[in-house]
T-cell receptor
Framework: DVKVTQSSRYLVKRTGEKVFLECVQD?????MFWYRQDPGLGLRLIYF???????EKGDIPEGYSVSREKKERFSLILESASTNQTSMYLC?????????????FGNGTRLTVT | AQSVTQLGSHVSVSEGALVLLRCNYS??????LFWYVQYPNQGLQLLLK??????LVKGINGFEAEFKKSETSFHLTKPSAHMSDAAEYFC????????????FGKGTKLSVKP
């Protein structure tokens, strides 16, 4: 079974802090994604990566950056956390392909910025 | 541009009753459509997907969905609701030209009453 592990289930950070959200997958998937989930808004794509050292902006990249130095790990970085970044963050991975293959999600990191 | 609209942010049914969750899509090309489910405190998992092979798609846990091109719909149904079906359900469509990134609907939260 594919396992996507997000390092923290809950995080509380202060405004202005630099925040790292870590995601690791164990199935050698090429594609990895970071989504943000907010009530009434569904899932919105922040960044994705098709392979190591590759990254592309999603729909809401402002205020975020990412790092993919190893195939199994995809990190989301909030350079200077703000209260409007309080949200549930979901990481997902998928084999490389035409999009037909399913996304495998982690259990999410609930980030609160105070 | 591709999009999906889920009608009803909350649906409540009694145990044993029919479940019907509505999804309408907009796509300029034949769409790939998906339903994902999110149980409390978990990430999303794939319920089923439509890839043009058959209009009636069967998924896990007794769910199925029918692709209706004339109605641009992909509604999710289950004949008899179980308490364990209580979750949030997301419809998604592949974004055109994106190598398979998904656009998610805003979600429908299903409650099942005993």
């Amino acid at each position: 079974d594919v396992k996507v592990t997000q390092s923290s289930r809950y995080l509380v950070k202060r405004t202005g802090e630099k925040v790292f959200l870590e995601c690791v997958q164990d199935m050698d998937h090429e594609n990895m994604f970071w989504y943000r989930q907010d009530p009434g808004l569904g899932l919105r794509l922040i960044y994705f990566s098709y392979d190591v050292k590759m990254k592309e902006k999603g729909d809401i990249p402002e205020g975020y950056s990412v790092s993919r130095e190893k195939k199994e790990r995809f990190s989301l970085i909030l350079e200077s956390a703000s209260t409007n970044q309080t949200s549930m963050y979901l990481c997902a991975s998928r084999v490389h392909g035409d999009g037909n293959s399913p996304l495998h999600f982690g259990n999410g990191t609930r980030l609160t910025v105070t | 541009a591709q999009s999906v609209t889920q009608l009803g942010s909350h649906v409540s049914v009694s145990e044993g009753a029919l479940v019907l969750l509505r999804c309408n899509y907009s796509s300029s090309v034949p769409p790939y459509l998906f339903w994902y489910v999110q149980y409390p405190n978990q990430g999303l998992q794939l319920l089923l997907k439509y890839t043009s092979a058959a209009t009636l798609v069967k998924g896990i846990n007794g769910f199925e969905a029918e692709f209706k091109k004339s109605e641009t719909s992909f509604h999710l149904t289950k004949p008899s609701a179980h308490m364990s079906d209580a979750a949030e359900y997301f419809c998604a469509v592949i974004r055109g030209g994106s190598q398979g990134n998904l656009i998610f609907g805003k979600g429908t939260k299903l409650s099942v009453k005993p």
